[in-house]
């Protein structure tokens, strides 16, 4: 069993920034995919940024350039590092991990950007 927990969400203005953490805890295996997917209310889950144990990494096309993804493999922690951030990121962020087949998620923490 696997449990995600997120913090750093909050509400922010635009032009801002905020830095949201995922701590894994469990049966974790070294080599897994840990990121960040966000829902927006009407609006389909979508990926924001992914990073492999390797450190490969994906982001998608609307936050390139002002987000960055990190782990730290010793602790089962990502961050996604969130600037310039915009209404439109307005959003529930998610933790996601995927290993040998399987995907868990985090509760969510809110992002809200907004004047």
């Known amino acids: 069993q696997v449990q995600l927990v997120e913090s750093g969400g909050g509400l922010v203005q635009p032009g801002g920034s905020l830095r949201l953490s995922c701590a894994a805890s469990g049966s974790i295996h070294s080599i897994n995919v840990m990121g960040w997917y966000r829902q927006a209310p009407g609006k389909r889950r979508e990926l924001v940024a992914d990073?492999?144990?390797?450190?490969?990494?994906n982001y998608a096309d609307s936050v390139k350039g002002r987000f960055a993804i990190s782990r730290d493999n010793a602790k089962n922690t990502v961050y996604l590092q969130m600037d310039s951030l915009k209404p439109d990121d307005t959003a529930g962020y998610y933790c996601?991990?995927?290993?040998?087949?399987?995907?868990?998620w985090g509760q969510g923490t809110q992002v809200t950007v907004s004047s």
């Open positions: 990073m492999a144990s390797g450190g490969n990494t």
């Open positions: 996601w991990l995927t290993q040998n087949g399987l995907e868990y």
